[in-house]
């Protein structure tokens, strides 16, 4: 069955008041707003951030690194995801200007040398697919990453950015896409609307799993928010909140 809310089982919102937490046996794990076990089969999609939440790194810092940026790109970065910048598509306009000339082959390096599945995101994502859930990856980053871990575990759905790229090096900017020109905190809710419009679902049949403020606007839309090793402002909103261990601690919660 899909979840039930109560009166204090709200979306969040970056508008929302933190609901109070909710304490359990579970060291590293803190609720708020429901109480397990949750069927995971009542659930019909999950949804995933991808840069430091279904992966170990932020994609475009560790591109910055190859031009000996990394600091300067890692610190709007971070801004960014605490939600102290405002304007998230200005932000990565920023970060993504300071990574022109670039080559492609520092995207390979990237994926194969330093991105790693974060722990448990596996396990987690196995039994959310052997359960019958459908799988979107939603990224404020870049297709070159999202397609690869699309392909890697078998997501149904993706939307990020695609970096413009000439002659072999990254120029610098971003393309347009048919949907619009930045997957930003907006777009990733618009798209698991979309999907869920798309499956012939209710929102509320969704978890959706993030760590920084741009992940807010999607998370507020669904059954079950995931905060995952997050950012303050996430954590404080999320119904879960997982701060020790690995994704699949989520299963603790959910009958499976």
């Not at 899909?2 to 933190?18: A, E, F, G, Y």
């Not at 000996?68 to 200007?97: C, F, H, N, P």
Request: charged fraction near 25%.
């Amino acid at each position: 069955m899909p979840v039930q809310r109560s009166d204090n089982l709200r979306p969040t919102h970056p508008l929302t008041p933190p609901l109070s937490p909710i304490e359990t046996a579970l060291p590293g794990l803190t609720l708020r707003g429901f109480t397990p076990m949750l069927s995971l089969a009542g659930f019909r999609l999950i949804a995933f951030d991808m840069d430091s939440t279904l992966i170990n790194i932020e994609c475009v810092d560790e591109i910055a690194d190859a031009a000996g940026r990394k600091a300067e790109v890692a610190a709007i970065t971070e801004a960014a995801m605490r939600g102290e910048i405002a304007d998230y598509k200005d932000s990565l306009r920023q970060r993504v200007a300071l990574l022109a000339g670039v080559p492609v082959t520092a995207l390979d390096a990237v994926y194969w040398e330093r991105l790693r599945l974060n722990p448990g995101a596996e396990t987690l994502v196995r039994a959310c697919q052997a359960a019958g859930l459908k799988t979107l990856l939603v990224s404020g980053g870049f297709t070159f990453f999202t397609d690869r871990i699309r392909d890697r575990l078998g997501f149904d759905f993706t939307r990020s950015n695609v970096l413009e790229v000439a002659d072999g090096k990254l120029t610098g900017r971003m393309v347009d896409q048919p949907w619009g020109d930045i997957c930003d905190g907006a777009e990733k809710r618009r798209m698991l609307l979309e999907t869920c419009a798309r499956l012939g679902i209710e929102p509320r049949q969704a978890i959706v799993v993030g760590d920084g403020a741009n992940d807010l606007p999607m998370m507020g839309e669904a059954g079950l928010s995931v905060a995952y090793h997050a950012k303050p402002k996430v954590r404080e909103q999320a119904m879960v909140a997982i701060d020790e261990g690995g994704l699949d601690r989520l299963l603790e919660l959910l009958r499976h």
